[in-house]
T-cell receptor, first 112, second 112 residues
Framework: AQRVTQPEKLLSVFKGAPVELKCNYSYSGSPELFWYVQYSRQRLQLLLR??SRESIKGFTADLNKGETSFHLKKPFAQEEDSAMYYC??????????????FGTGTRLTIIP | DTGVSQNPRHKITKRGQNVTFRCDPI?????LYWYRQTLGQGPEFLTYFQNEAQLEKSRLLSDRFSAERPKGSFSTLEIQRTEQGDSAMYLC??????????FGPGTRLTVL
């Protein structure tokens, strides 16, 4: 069965410093990877998906199949980045498996 | 607001009572998903529908849980004979095949 690991429950970073939120996964095939974000009092929303290769709000994430990782990075943290971040995996709709498997999340706090 | 909506937002019930939650997806989405999130954990998949057909159910979905999507639009999740361990946030999401899942605000259930 697939699994997503986010080793840091809490991460504090000074404003303007680089941010890296770690995500590792276990799955023998080629999964789809996502980052979801939940700001205070808001619903869970998509931040990134690896197949789109976009940069959203300055965040990027590269899928490293060798290390089975999908770390989220931003070069300069902003106060509005403070939120809960979840990494998620989907086996792929082509296999008829639509469910997302989430990690336990990392709470990012940006220190002014 | 054209996003996914869920009602009620909060539900407090006594152990042994039945509860029902409703999810209204984004109108053009034919796939609807239910997840459960407990404190300190990421969302965990419960079940999903394509139109009115329930295509997959998690082992988390005991026989006290039942979900329906009778006309392929809104969905209901019923929990019978609630237990304290059912206390959680119940999340609904909708989407299209292979696309992003869009989440609702959730229903927070507290079982006393």
């Amino acid at each position: 069965a697939q699994r997503v690991t986010q080793p840091e429950k809490l991460l504090s970073v000074f404003k303007g410093a680089p941010v890296e939120l770690k995500c590792n996964y276990s799955y023998s095939g080629s999964p789809e990877l996502f980052w979801y974000v939940q700001y205070s009092r808001q619903r869970l929303q998509l931040l990134l998906r690896h197949i789109s290769r976009e940069s959203i709000k300055g965040f990027t994430a590269d899928l490293n199949k060798g290390e089975t990782s999908f770390h989220l990075k931003k070069p300069f943290a902003q106060e509005e980045d403070s939120a809960m971040y979840y990494c998620a995996l989907r086996v792929g709709p082509n296999f008829g498996n639509e469910k997302l498997t989430f990690g336990t999340g990392t709470r990012l706090t940006i220190i002014p | 607001d054209t996003g996914v909506s869920q009602n009620p937002r909060h539900k407090i019930t006594k152990r042994g009572q039945n509860v029902t939650f409703r999810c209204d997806p984004i109108s053009e989405h034919n796939r609807l998903y239910w997840y459960r999130q407990t404190l300190g954990q990421g969302p965990e998949f419960l079940t999903y529908f394509q139109n009115e057909a329930q295509l997959e159910k998690s082992r988390l979905l005991s026989d006290r849980f039942s979900a329906e999507r009778p006309k392929g639009s809104f969905s209901t999740l019923e929990i019978q004979r609630t237990e304290q361990g059912d206390s959680a946030m119940y999340l609904c999401a909708s989407g299209k095949l292979g696309d992003t899942q869009y989440f609702g605000p959730g229903t927070r259930l507290t079982v006393l």
